[in-house]
């Protein structure tokens, strides 16, 4: 009796020893290997963003997905990457609205003249915005996280120190900005970056109009002895990925992607405004630069001043058929929202 049990016994193992040696082994998840581009050159901080969310992607899903990063536009150009990535060029990339005016007509809202105390507010407010309207100019892509730089501020050869200051004088400024500088007295000037240095050295402008990073990571700071604390505009950038790859993604990878995307807005918001900080520091150790603040009645006038600017947005986006005032009017909510939460 004891025998037979004995054998039973060792039958059965015998046969679960078989069984699991001719058990199929677990299939590993398949790799993901994907591309993302990038405009600007890699030490600035749309790029610094951009390493971090890889790493913590790849980090998130134990490296099951492998993310190949192209900076400053070597995939990509500029104006390029969001039409890029929709026809599949880049899986993914990262671009700023404002590069093609009139495509992002609900973004561009939050590029207007606002008064944004910092790039951490700016990010989480445009963040909601898109997420509240769902506009149609995303609705070919997937977005991954916004955010935004830091406001602009006049950095100059020459002090401004009243709005009177600013009057016919040339500034090197951008997109939404050139409409700002014009509106406030100054001659708005559109010129690469790459040739901004000579021309201030020249005289050929005084100044540029930018958030205040720059001072330090292009070495403005070398030529433009004075910054004025006007916290004027911001330029918001969007991460975007190409909707049949994203359709294409593990439900796993998809919902990593998705939990960070908040999470990656006030990361780099955060970022971005510590880098203005220690940009200032350097910038006054290695140069003696000041940083002016204008008088608060001049402040004040600046509102006045760049009013049309809302008032004409609000006007061409009610005649597309978007909310204009609402869209105005929920930013001014998020931004005290936000900005209440930092404090």
């Known amino acids: 009796m004891k025998i037979d049990v004995l054998f039973k016994t060792v039958l059965m193992v015998l046969c679960l020893a078989v069984a699991a040696a001719l058990a199929p082994a677990p299939v590993a998840a398949a790799p993901v290997t994907l591309t993302y581009a990038n405009f600007p050159p890699a030490s600035t901080f749309p790029c610094v963003q951009m390493e971090r969310w890889v790493k913590e992607i790849e980090k998130r899903t134990n490296g099951q997905v492998k993310i190949n ?37 609900v973004s561009e809202a939050v590029d207007l003249p606002l008064g944004f105390p910092n790039a951490r507010v700016a990010s989480l407010v445009l963040t909601d915005l898109i997420e509240k309207y769902k506009p149609k100019e995303f609705e070919k892509v997937k ?27 040339e500034l090197r400024v951008s997109g939404t900005g050139a409409d700002v500088v014009k509106n406030l007295g100054g001659i708005p000037i559109a010129m690469p970056q790459s040739e901004t240095p ?10 540029v109009v930018s958030s205040l990073e720059v001072l330090k990571d292009m070495n403005y700071a070398a030529y433009c002895p004075f910054a ?11 991460v975007v990925m190409n909707r049949e790859k994203w359709n294409a993604l ?3 990878v998809k919902k990593a992607m998705d939990d960070l995307r908040v999470e990656q807005a006030e ?22 630069h000041q940083v002016i603040q204008l008088p608060a009645a001049d402040k004040a006038e600046i509102g006045t001043l760049v009013k049309p600017m809302i008032d004409g947005y609000v006007k061409k986006v009610s005649a597309q058929g978007l909310p204009g005032a609402e869209i105005v009017a929920e930013i001014e909510r998020l931004k005290k929202k936000y900005d209440k939460k930092g404090k």
């Open 69 to 105: 990063t192209f900076p400053g536009g070597t995939l990509l150009p500029a104006k390029n990457i969001f039409d890029g990535v929709i026809a599949g060029t880049a899986d993914i990339g990262n671009f700023a609205m404002s590069y093609q005016p009139g495509r992002f007509p």
């Open 143 to 169: 977005i991954l996280t916004l955010f935004t730089c830091p406001p602009a501020d006049f950095m100059t050869s020459k002090p401004v120190r009243t709005l009177k200051d600013l009057k016919g004088m």
């Open 198 to 207: 000579e021309a201030i050295q020249k005289g050929i402008v005084k100044g």
């Open 228 to 238: 004025t604390d006007t916290s004027l505009f911001v330029v918001s950038f969007a």
């Open 250 to 252: 593990p439900a796993d």
């Open 267 to 288: 990361w780099t918001g955060k970022y971005v405004d510590n880098h203005v900080a220690e940009a200032l520091t350097w910038s006054k150790q290695k140069y003696n």
